[in-house]
């Protein structure tokens, strides 16, 4: 059917004839990704939902909250490893939010009862997670080492 067009425009000898030749090879290779995905998808079932979506063999499920957060804490370990700025911005509210969390259920609260607070925890995990930690002077400092972050988890999780 393609090939009916592009036969006239060479007979006539009807100008831009080498458009019309690269025309017909882009629609010769539409219909032919057009017949080699259907035959590949001919086998594969589909499924009516909210949206109509193709089951494929690779197709990943929508992340949960609980693993996008464990994703986010993840990144934000990568990161402190490199500089101050990522430890005190990236990781440190992920840990001020557990550590207070952990100290709720001792009846201690992270900023208002600070001493207790930094008995509980430990002198890494404090260090990182107290009310009044300053802001890093040099925010291209390098960041911490992973056994200081596990030093600190640890101290948190121990409360």
């Known amino acids: ?12 000898r009807i100008p831009y004839q080498g458009l019309a030749l690269r025309l017909w090879l882009v629609a010769l290779g539409a219909i032919a990704i057009s017949g080699l995905t259907e035959r590949a998808l001919a086998s594969r079932t589909v499924e009516d939902g909210p949206t109509l979506r193709v089951r494929w063999g690779w197709w990943r499920r929508p992340r949960s909250e609980r693993t996008r957060a464990l994703e986010e804490l993840e990144h934000a370990v990568d990161f402190s490893l490199g ?26 609260t992270l900023d208002g009862q600070p001493q ?24 291209g400092a390098r960041g911490l080492d992973l056994p200081s972050i596990r030093r600190a988890v640890e101290q948190i999780g121990a409360v």
Request: charged fraction near 30%; avoid cysteine.
């Open 1 to 12: 059917m393609a090939t009916i067009p592009l036969v006239v425009i060479l007979a006539l």
């Open 116 to 139: 207790r607070a930094r008995a509980l925890l430990g002198t890494d995990a404090w260090e990182l997670v107290r009310p009044d930690r300053p802001e890093p002077e040099d925010r």
């Open 83 to 108: 500089t101050a700025f990522d430890v005190h911005y990236r990781l440190r509210p992920h840990l001020r939010r557990i550590a207070a969390y952990r100290l709720a259920l001792r009846g201690v």
